[in-house]
Nanobody
Framework: QVQLVESGGGLVQAGESLRLSCAASGSTFSMNAMGWYRQAPGKQRELVAA???????LYAASVKGRFTISRDNAKNTVYLQMNSLKPEDTAVYYC????????????????WGQGTQVTVSS
């Protein structure tokens, strides 16, 4: 069992930055690949960025060039640096992971953490 705790969200103005953190505890060996996801009101949850155990990354087109995902394996923590934030980035952000890369891309997880709210004002 893995516990995930997201933090770092807040209220910012358009153009500003935030860094989200996702701390994992428990059986973290089962999460070789990690992803950040977001869900805006009235919309489905979507993949924002993913990172493999070796450091390969993937980004949604809407955030490429503005967001950077990284991980510190020693600390079992995954980060999402968000720059040049836009009002359309407003959402609850979640992290999750799996042994398998494809599972992270599909976002088929049995459970989610509480997420962290990001609100970007114009």
């Amino acid at each position: 069992q893995v516990q995930l705790v997201e933090s770092g969200g807040g209220l910012v103005q358009a153009g500003e930055s935030l860094r989200l953190s996702c701390a994992a505890s428990g059986s973290t060996f089962s999460m070789n690949a990690m992803g950040w996801y977001r869900q805006a009101p009235g919309k489905q949850r979507e993949l924002v960025a993913a990172i493999a155990s070796g450091g390969s990354t993937l980004y949604a087109a809407s955030v490429k060039g503005r967001f950077t995902i990284s991980r510190d394996n020693a600390k079992n923590t995954v980060y999402l640096q968000m720059n040049s934030l836009k009002p359309e980035d407003t959402a609850v952000y979640y992290c999750n992971g799996d042994r398998i890369w494809a599972a992270v891309l599909r976002a088929h997880f049995g459970s989610w953490g509480q997420g962290t709210q990001v609100t970007v004002s114009s």
